[in-house]
């Protein structure tokens, strides 16, 4: 089985710094800043959904993400923290045998420096990351160009794990099993009114239902 693997939210709680990449857009944007609560509930989409879901107007947009990565590449990417059990699940999945991939909306640019942050760059085959010019920023998009990049393997060889109803959208887009990843930022009702396949409470429950394969058909 290919293992394609949401980062934010499912791999790392990369939230401080996004939060805070996203406050320091909007004051070099002259807008006010949304609480705390409004920014936390807007991490996961591609940072262009997240800025116009947050108030950003459509001809700011490209503004807005120039300041924020303006931060997160300097500051941002090292505000964060791996997940509890996660180097356990990777470990677990290679060691059966499985295929490991990355599927974020995260930049290329900055998934590569966190990847290489964390160590584990090398565990991932192929590491899918939107790109830099948004020419593919959603789940879908990042989805199409890993799986090219992974050989185009059949649909029911693969499944995504990922936190958000836009992972799980993603995968469906592509005809993927999905897992919801329920520690990270979407929740059960999310994942579930999503049509997540299966759900998982901790990382090490990915290994064993990717090992059980007992997927909806």
Known sequence: ???LLDLDGTVWDSEP??????????AQLGLAVPD???LAGGVGPPLQTMLAELGVPGDRLDEGVAHYRERYLRAGVFEASLYEGVIDMLDGLAGSGHRLATATSKGEVPTGIMLD?????????????????????????VLARTLAALGDPAPEECVLVGDRSYDVEGAA???LHCIGATWGYGGVEELRMAGAHLLAARPLDVCALVDGGSFPT
């Open 1 to 3: 089985m290919i293992v």
């Open 36 to 38: 705390h609560d409004a």
């Open 173 to 175: 887009a592509h005809g």
């Open 17 to 26: 710094g996004i939060v805070a990449c996203l406050r320091h857009a909007f």
């Open 117 to 141: 942050h964390f160590g584990l760059t090398h565990r991932f085959e192929v590491v899918g990351a939107a790109t830099m010019d948004a020419t593919a920023v959603t789940k879908a998009q």
